[in-house]
Structure formats: structure tokens, C-alpha cells
């Protein structure tokens, strides 16, 4: 069972900061944390942020300018930095994680943003 460990989140007012960060366990072999998606009530999980290949960023057109997603290699670690929070940002954003040998995924178990006007 790989497990993920999300930290942040939390709830601030429009126009706020938040920071969420994800550490993925080193026990399986090449796993490295890559991003973040969210997922808001009766919607579908949608992607925030992520590497895609290498230092390769994406992120949504929705967050672009206003979010920052870093890695820590040591560490095994991904940040996103959330600046300038709208009350759509609201949702719980969920880590993901990926293995190459097999290609697997992994996720977190979600934390929540809320973003109040």
C-alpha cells in the first residue's frame, strides 16, 4: 500500500495563499511525485498541475499565473503554491504520484481547499 503524504491546505479568504506539498516514499523503486488535480463537488477530477516529462510543466488554463508547482528530488517531493485563491479554487486537491517499472499511479488521499468570497 503506497501512501502518499499531503500537507496544506486549509481555508482562506479570495485573494489568499495557500501551499500544498506531497512526499512520495522512496520504497518503490523510480516513484516520484508529479502533481496535483482537484476536484470540486459534482464535478470530475480535473488536473491542476503537473511535470510531464522532465522538468516539463502543464497546468490549467484556470490556475496558469497564479499557481507554481515545484520538485524537490531529495526530498521526493512536489509543492504547488497557490497565490490569488478564487472561490472556484474550492475542492479537494488530490496528490499524484507515478512509478515507472511498472507504469502505475498513485493518489493521495485528498486535502481540502476551501476559498471564500
Known amino acids: 500500500q503506497v501512501q502518499l503524504v499531503e500537507s496544506g491546505g486549509g481555508s482562506v479568504q479570495a485573494g489568499g495563499s495557500l501551499r500544498l506539498s506531497c512526499a512520495a516514499p522512496?520504497?518503490?523503486?523510480?516513484?516520484?511525485?508529479m502533481g496535483w488535480y482537484r476536484q470540486a463537488p459534482g464535478k470530475q477530477r480535473e488536473l491542476v498541475a503537473t511535470?510531464?516529462?522532465?522538468?516539463?510543466?502543464s497546468f490549467s488554463d484556470s490556475v496558469k499565473g497564479r499557481f507554481t508547482l515545484s520538485r524537490d528530488d531529495a526530498k521526493n517531493t512536489v509543492t504547488l503554491q497557490m497565490e490569488d485563491l478564487k472561490p472556484e479554487d474550492t475542492a479537494v486537491y488530490y496528490c499524484?504520484?507515478?512509478?515507472?517499472?511498472?507504469?502505475?499511479?498513485?493518489w493521495g488521499q485528498g486535502t481540502q481547499v476551501t476559498v471564500s468570497s
Open positions: 511535470y510531464t516529462s522532465g522538468s516539463t510543466l
Open positions: 499524484k504520484a507515478q512509478s515507472l517499472s511498472p507504469l502505475t499511479s498513485y
Open positions: 522512496r520504497s518503490i523503486n523510480s516513484l516520484r511525485p
